[in-house]
């Protein structure tokens, strides 16, 4: 089988969702039941060690394949979920993908009542690079912030703020404006903690009232609207994994070529944190 390009075992689960053919809960199922086998052996244990590289899986007796690679951008919407399923109902992006058949996985997340850019594929190697903290590839949001807030508080998300998984690497923050009680503003980070633009907000003594991600990498929402997708072109996703291969699907977008400014360095340490991965909630 033509295996994604790394020489990592994973889990039996995992290789069938990263292989897009559904979700890992679903392979999860598909592997209890008996459909998977892994050199001619029927394994109905989800978390069996296989090297896609070496090792032969098949569903239902046919070897898996590489899908063709899928690279969508989502406006996500304030209320959904960035999950596949959720056992109280509650709605997810996938609801918003009527027109892609092939499964894809969000690159990061946002939590629910984050709104913006969110990204999703089939293509392993490519979230992982996006989402590794080595890559740096920055991530802006607008904010809107509880209450008023001074210069220095915002000059302390440029330096880095504590939180209880360890210091923030210094970010880029633009103030945009202040209403009668609230402080807009712009921040980038390279980073993708849990909830961490939120964690850093609080950090100063507020809150955030509204969060949206406007930008990947040189990547930005532009003028789509809100719920919708659409591909990624060509352009895109080379600016975005670097040294990776177009995709075979042609994209239908230009791309955006104005990239956020790199995040100040103060000449801090960095964290052991920053290198370990994390894939929870950037917002």
Not at 18 to 29: I, P, Q, V
Not at 63 to 88: C, F, M, N, S, V
Request: net charge positive.
């Amino acid at each position: 089988m033509h295996a994604p390009k790394d020489n990592q075992r994973r889990t039996l689960d995992r290789v069938l969702s990263k292989f897009g053919l559904g979700s890992r809960t679903e392979a999860r199922s598909w592997i209890g039941a008996g459909r998977v086998t892994v050199n001619g052996k029927k394994i109905q244990t989800p978390d069996f060690w296989v090297d896609p590289e070496n090792d032969r899986v098949a569903l239902d007796g046919h070897p898996l394949t590489a899908r063709q690679k899928q690279y969508l951008l989502l406006y996500k919407p304030k209320g959904y979920l960035t999950t596949y399923k959720d056992p109280e109902g509650r709605p997810t992006v996938y609801e918003l993908l009527g027109s892609v058949k092939d499964f894809v996985f969000p690159v990061g997340r946002l939590d629910q009542d984050t709104t913006g850019l969110l990204i999703l594929t089939n293509d392993s190697a490519f979230g992982d690079h996006i989402t590794s903290p080595q890559s740096k590839v920055p991530k802006t949001y607008l904010v809107k912030a509880s209450t008023l807030l001074a210069e220095e508080q915002l000059e302390r998300l440029r330096q880095g703020v504590v939180l209880t998984d360890g210091e923030t690497r210094p970010a880029t923050v633009k103030h945009v404006r202040d209403g009668a009680k609230y402080t807009f503003f712009e921040i980038t980070i390279t980073e993708g903690r849990n909830r961490q633009v939120r964690r850093m907000v609080e950090a100063l003594g507020a809150k955030v009232l509204k969060l949206v991600r406007t930008g990947i990498g040189g990547i930005e929402i532009g003028p789509l609207e809100i719920g919708k997708h659409r591909h990624l072109s060509p352009e895109e996703v080379l600016a975005l994994g670097g040294m990776l291969k177009k995709p075979s699907r042609p994209g239908r977008s230009r791309t955006n070529r104005r990239e956020p400014a790199a995040p100040r360095r103060n000449g801090k340490s960095e964290r052991a944190a920053d290198e370990t991965r994390r894939r929870g909630h950037s917002g």
